[in-house]
T-cell receptor
Framework: QKEVEQNSGPLSVPEGAIASLNCTYS??????FFWYRQYSGKSPELIMS????GDKEDGRFTAQLNKASQYVSLLIRDSQPSDSATYLC????????????????FGQGTILTVHP | DTEVTQTPKHLVMGMTNKKSLKCEQH?????MYWYKQKAKKPPELMFV???????INESVPSRFSPECPNSSLLNLHLHALQPEDSALYLC?????????????????FGNGTRLTVT
């Protein structure tokens, strides 16, 4: 099992729709979760951090975390063509003792296309 | 614009060359990272420095040699690379490696160096 898995893409949604991106992780001790956006040829850009169970909203973006299910998601409301990019779920893993040692591990990424 | 600056933006080198990638941040972060990203793949961790000391080496070949001269600078020295080492090399920084109340600070990435080995 991969340490961080994202739902297979690519995902295509019409402009104005809600885009839903999903991610599961294998390390039950993980405490810190991030979503990054990466445009083609560019570097990853942090969109959201989430640490507690539940929802966290920032503008059109909502991150959801369920530690019991080891699941984290990102919703993009009112999707725009400028949202077209690869979205990377990232988790900071813990070692065998349950201590975080800063290893940020990425999922494979989901390519999102928002068409007008 | 990113607060993590990487130079050069593009680098073409032969297999016998020696070159260095440079990274600088002025956010007061104490953890710095090198990642490698191949086309259509996610970034893969190479090295982590914490308070200028090497904390993690993800079994990277010795032809890649990291260096952290001070808390703001991170270098990656390259020697005798192979064509398969061609990739986007990303530098990142974060406040530190510690998790405060179970919260690790996020990583902030530079724009990367596009490396081509011929």
């Amino acid at each position: 099992q991969k340490e961080v898995e994202q739902n297979s893409g690519p995902l295509s949604v019409p402009e104005g729709a809600i885009a839903s991106l999903n991610c599961t992780y294998s390390d039950r001790g993980s405490q810190s979760f991030f979503w990054y956006r990466q445009y083609s040829g560019k570097s990853p850009e942090l969109i959201m951090s989430i640490y507690s169970n539940g929802d966290k909203e920032d503008g059109r973006f909502t991150a959801q975390l369920n530690k019991a299910s080891q699941y984290v998601s990102l919703l993009i409301r009112d999707s725009q063509p400028s949202d077209s990019a690869t979205y990377l779920c990232a988790v900071i893993l813990t070692n065998a003792g349950g201590t975080s040692y800063g290893k940020l591990t990425f999922g494979q990424g989901t390519i999102l296309t928002v068409h007008p | 614009d990113t607060e993590v600056t990487q130079t050069p933006k593009h680098l073409v080198m032969g297999m016998t060359n020696k070159k260095s990638l440079k990274c600088e941040q002025h956010m007061g972060h104490r953890a710095m990272y090198w990642y490698k990203q191949k086309a259509k793949k996610p970034p893969e961790l190479m090295f982590v420095y914490s308070y200028e000391k090497l904390s993690i080496n993800e079994s990277v070949p010795s032809r890649f040699s990291p260096e952290c001269p001070n808390s703001s600078l991170l270098n990656l020295h390259l020697h005798a690379l192979q064509p398969e080492d061609s990739a986007l090399y990303l530098c990142a920084s974060s406040q530190d490696l510690d998790s405060t109340v179970g919260r690790n600070s996020p990583l902030h990435f530079g724009n990367g160096t596009r490396l081509t080995v011929t």
